[in-house]
């Protein structure tokens, strides 16, 4: 079976002492010391005010800390996630640390606690990030609760942000997704989620734990088989959007979540492209209705970036873009860059043939994400430029006229994606 | 005396036409060696083509970037290319076995020294081939990583390293067969040498301000890249 590879026999030993359980939250760590008290913290709250009758278990999957996260899990004592809860659980609350067998990363860990999960019937299964330190026990509830309750198998977390921060999710991967996918989620990325044992049962049955999609790119895909079977999927708002302490260099950044959104939308090519046009998801929490600041920047330096990458990319482009495509991004480079507009069409027509020549394979898949990076950026910046000192509203407008577009433009990716050869 | 003159000419006109009976079959056999290895050849080239379709050839071609050479070069797409090389191979091959069969003593041995060259060929061939194709994955990912690193002269330092590997390939694949061996080696030894030193001496000299720029972006802590002063999560 599986689940001996996965599961260690220590591991199995203290499943088998939890037995069956209600609620199993699962926190997946590497060096994350710094911030693993506050979470463990939330989560005894969370078990202690919202499911004081369930059966309930916390598991922490290590990749291997260096600066004693298990210990800090072991060892958050009683009285430091107690004396602040108003009501106290009516059964034990079990704390599991674990290091995972194999390869370094968010996938390896995951399985284990989806593995734990299914062994212990775990009813509702919450998976949280534990690099911040702005989770709250009403954001585990609320990825809970939808599933306990009311019977969903996935909940994705809806952070309160500023509509000009994070472009990777607003100007890429969340447009494309909902246009893919058909179904308007907001954080497709989110480390964080709740979901059913039906979910799980399904996770664990595909075969991406050992490839790189499960290395790297878990969390997309997590989301894209929720969207892409036939699971019953909501939204909850849980928090302020955390500012996570990752170092990781953009490019390589970059690189990952496209690859993985890529993947993912060449593995459910069969869903989506019978789909049309988008359906909202149901919010089963409200968002927070805390204020949040606009970034500080405003996309000039970007901007300036853009012309002298695509001058220095064109003969990399050549193969990727359509010529009509390429000779409209040289016309915009060649203007000043407080000048660049870098319109709705142009960049979906962008996005879709770079995923084309992805599928098609016309280079070296990671040059192929690679090559779009610096165009992401001139994309961006021109937006950041636009929409700087507009009002939020304004900017949720022009974020969902661009996710419009790329849905009005799918007809033409899935006409060129039957013509691919394969 | 005149007797003999006929005599002499009529054993000149016997030993031409024996020496004529003897030649002609072969030469026949020289001609059908030839048509026939031309239909070989022919035959040959059309299942490599068709091979070479089934394996996709031109599509790989394309992804590895060796097609928009052949374009810019004017060369058919790879796998005519391929077939027309496998065709004059073994047309050529037929040809020599038919030029032997005539038994010119000068000509003796071609046929030999001809299939000795030949692996050597497909080897330095295949150097080459390998070689482009790693001189365009390096040059592609010199290139991306340079521009999205930031780093100044992306396109000066990718094509620096393209044409690195590309010499380097060229002069191991003339190496291999072994044409002008001696000048090959003497021509790479200085060319390369002359390469190494002025580069070094220009970056030394010239490029005092663009090594301290490319350092300075190594470390982050002290300079921030444009695409990094956004969350782009």
């Known amino acids: 079976m599986a689940q001996d590879s996965v599961l260690s026999d220590e591991l199995l030993h203290h499943l088998m002492a939890v037995g069956h359980v209600d609620v199993l939250v699962g926190v997946p760590t590497l060096n994350n010391a710094g911030t693993i008290r506050l979470v463990v913290k939330a989560v005894h709250q969370a078990f202690a005010r919202y499911f004081p009758r369930d059966r309930t278990v916390l598991i922490n999957s290590d990749g291997g800390s260096n600066d004693g996260t298990p210990n800090l899990v072991r060892n958050a004592s009683a009285d430091d996630t107690e004396t602040l809860t108003v009501s106290h659980s009516l059964r034990t609350v079990h704390r599991i640390s674990t290091p995972y067998h194999g390869v370094p990363g968010k996938g390896n860990a995951l399985r284990q606690i989806m593995t734990a999960a299914e062994l212990t019937q775990a009813r509702a299964v919450a998976v949280l990030n534990a690099d911040v330190s702005s989770i709250t026990p009403e954001g585990i509830a609320s990825l809970v609760r939808p599933v306990r309750d009311q019977q969903y198998d996935y909940v994705a977390p809806v952070y309160r942000r500023h509509p000009l921060e994070g472009p990777l999710v607003t100007q890429l991967i969340r447009p494309l997704m909902r246009a893919a996918y058909g179904w308007q989620i907001r954080e497709p990325l989110a480390p964080e989620f709740g979901c059913s044992n039906r979910f799980v049962t399904h996770c664990l049955e595909q075969d991406v734990w050992d490839s790189e999609l499960g290395r790297v790119g878990i969390d997309l895909w997590v989301t894209g088989e929720a969207l892409a079977g036939s699971f019953r999927c909501c939204q909850t708002g849980v928090s302020p959007h955390p500012a996570t302490s990752s170092r990781t260099p953009f490019g390589e950044l970059f690189g990952q979540i496209v690859s993985t959104a890529f993947a993912c939308l060449e593995r459910h090519a069969t869903y989506w492209i019978g789909r049309n046009g988008s359906e909202s998801l149901p919010l089963t929490t409200p968002l927070p209705s805390s204020s949040v600041e606009a970034p500080a920047t405003d996309g000039s330096r970007l901007t300036e970036a853009f012309a002298r990458d695509l001058q220095n990319l064109q003969s990399v482009l050549e193969p990727i873009l359509s010529q009509d495509t390429l000779t409209s991004l040289t016309r915009l480079a060649e203007k000043q860059g407080s000048h660049i507009r870098y319109h709705d069409d142009l960049w979906v027509a962008t996005v879709y043939e770079f995923l084309l020549a992805y599928q098609r394979g016309v280079m070296r898949r990671e040059h192929i994400v690679q090559a779009l990076a610096p165009l992401y950026l001139g994309r961006t910046g021109s937006f950041l430029r636009q929409y700087s000192s507009a009002p939020e509203a304004e900017v949720d407008e022009a974020l969902e006229s661009l996710s419009r577009e790329f849905e009005r433009l799918k007809p033409d990716l899935i006409q060129h994606w039957h013509r691919s050869p394969r | ?233």
């Open chain 2, 1 to 233: 005396m005149a007797q003999m003159i006929a005599n002499a000419i009529r054993q000149a006109g016997t030993n031409f036409v024996e020496s004529l009976a003897l030649f002609l079959p072969r030469v026949v056999t020289t001609l059908a060696i030839i048509i026939v290895g031309w239909l070989i050849a022919m035959l040959i080239r059309t299942l490599v083509r068709g091979l070479a379709g089934w394996l996709r050839i031109n599509v790989a071609a394309e992804r590895f970037g060796v097609a928009p050479l052949l374009r810019t070069a004017d060369l058919p797409p790879a796998d005519a290319l391929l077939g027309a090389i496998v065709f004059w191979l073994v047309w050529l091959g037929f040809l020599l076995s038919g030029i032997d069969v005539l038994g010119f003593t000068s000509l003796q041995g071609l046929l030999a020294s001809f299939w000795a060259f030949v692996p050597r060929l497909v080897l330095g061939l295949a150097i080459f081939v390998i070689g482009f194709v790693v001189a365009n994955f390096a040059w592609r990912a010199t290139l991306l990583a340079a521009v999205n690193a930031r780093v100044p002269s992306p396109r000066l330092l990718s094509g620096a390293v393209r044409w690195l590997v590309l010499i380097l390939t060229g002069a191991m694949a003339l190496e291999q067969i072994a044409v002008a061996r001696s000048v090959v080696l003497t021509a790479f030894a200085i060319a390369f040498g002359a390469l190494s030193l002025a580069v070094a001496i220009a970056f030394g000299i010239g490029g005092g301000g663009i090594a301290k720029r490319i350092l300075e972006h190594q470390f982050p802590e002290q300079q921030q890249s444009s695409a990094d002063e956004i969350s782009h999560l």
